[in-house]
């Protein structure tokens, strides 16, 4: 009979400890909910709207960021570009490629020290110039088959309904990105920052 009470205690301690780690991890993806959002609607430049304010705004053309999936917010600076609609449209199965800078968010603009990986050469220039080793990053093109490539969920999301040629920023929380992991110095339950250009699409 004790054997059995210790079981019962020691199953619910082990489903309270699961409980409240998820409802931390929780708890770290709404803090970095509202940081993204917050500084999307204030210091960013332009300072953007939520899509769904663009059909109240005083403005023509309004800068705006689009909610995805997963905690995933999305800027595309070349929305209003002349021409960007008979550009080829990101779809589930296209192979895309890639100029990209990704960055840790921590609340601000993005910085280089924030840099954990970039395929942009200006940006591997700068950043042997500020002293560190480049060797291993490549500098090719980053290709990315939407549904098949394996990388953190944001990405293929925000990518979706872009258009070839598209200058993007993604800005995505722990649960879109890479939860507790640590890559570089984008450490454990770190929020994410991608900027891409869209270079090529190709169908299948």
């Not at 509202?34 to 705004?57: E, F, G, K, Q, W």
């Not at 993005?110 to 395929?119: E, G, K, M, Q």
């Amino acid at each position: 009979m004790w054997k059995r009470v210790v079981s019962l205690v020691l199953a619910t301690l082990c489903l309270a400890f699961v409980a409240g780690c998820n409802d931390e991890e929780v708890d770290v993806a709404e803090s970095q909910r509202s940081a993204i959002v917050n500084y999307l609607t204030s210091s960013h430049s332009p300072r953007l709207i939520d899509i769904r304010d663009v059909p109240n705004s005083m403005e023509a053309k309004p800068a705006f960021y689009e909610r995805l999936e997963y905690n995933t917010y999305r800027y595309i600076a070349s929305y209003y570009d002349q021409g960007r609609e008979a550009k080829r449209m990101v779809r589930a199965g296209d192979e895309v490629s890639l100029t990209y800078i990704a960055f840790r968010f921590t609340g601000g603009q993005p910085s280089l020290a924030n840099v954990y990986a970039t395929n942009d050469a200006s940006t591997l220039a700068e950043l042997r110039k500020a002293g560190l080793n480049t060797e291993f990053w490549p500098a090719e093109p980053l290709k990315v088959k939407i549904g098949q490539t394996k990388i953190i969920k944001g990405v293929p999301l925000s990518l979706v309904g872009c258009r070839e040629g598209d200058v993007v920023e993604a800005y995505m929380t722990l649960d879109a990105a890479y939860g507790n992991d640590v890559i570089g110095v984008a450490g454990d339950e770190s929020a994410i920052a991608w900027f891409y250009s869209i270079d090529s699409v190709v169908g299948e």
